[in-house]
Nanobody, 120 residues
């Protein structure tokens, strides 16, 4: 059994910062790409940022220059530092990871989601 547990969401004023954290636990051989997605009410889930096991990153255009994704391979964690937050960043944020559950066999797991609300 594998599990992704997120933390760090909350309410913040426009221009403020939040840091999301996600930890993977359970039985797996390794972790491939990890990422953060978000889903606002009435909208589809979208990729916010992703990072490979080697540290290459990819960001949605809407967050470039404001958000930073990082990971600690030794601790099986991925973080999302969010600065200069805007009301349009309000959404439920989900952690995502490709977990190698068997040799060459990957399973994509999702966290339970954490609410981020940007409002004055």
């Amino acid at each position: 059994q594998v599990q992704l547990v997120e933390s760090g969401g909350g309410l913040v004023q426009p221009g403020g910062s939040l840091r999301l954290a996600c930890a993977a636990s359970g039985s797996f051989l390794s972790i491939g790409a990890m990422g953060w997605y978000r889903q606002a009410p009435g909208k589809e889930r979208e990729l916010v940022a992703a990072i490979t096991s080697g540290g290459s990153t990819n960001y949605a255009d809407s967050v470039k220059g404001r958000f930073t994704i990082s990971r600690d391979n030794a601790k099986n964690t991925v973080n999302l530092q969010m600065n200069s937050l805007k009301p349009e960043d309000t959404a439920v944020y989900y952690c995502n990871a490709d977990l190698e559950v068997g040799r060459g066999s990957f399973y994509q797991d999702w966290g339970q989601g954490t609410q981020v609300t940007v409002s004055s």
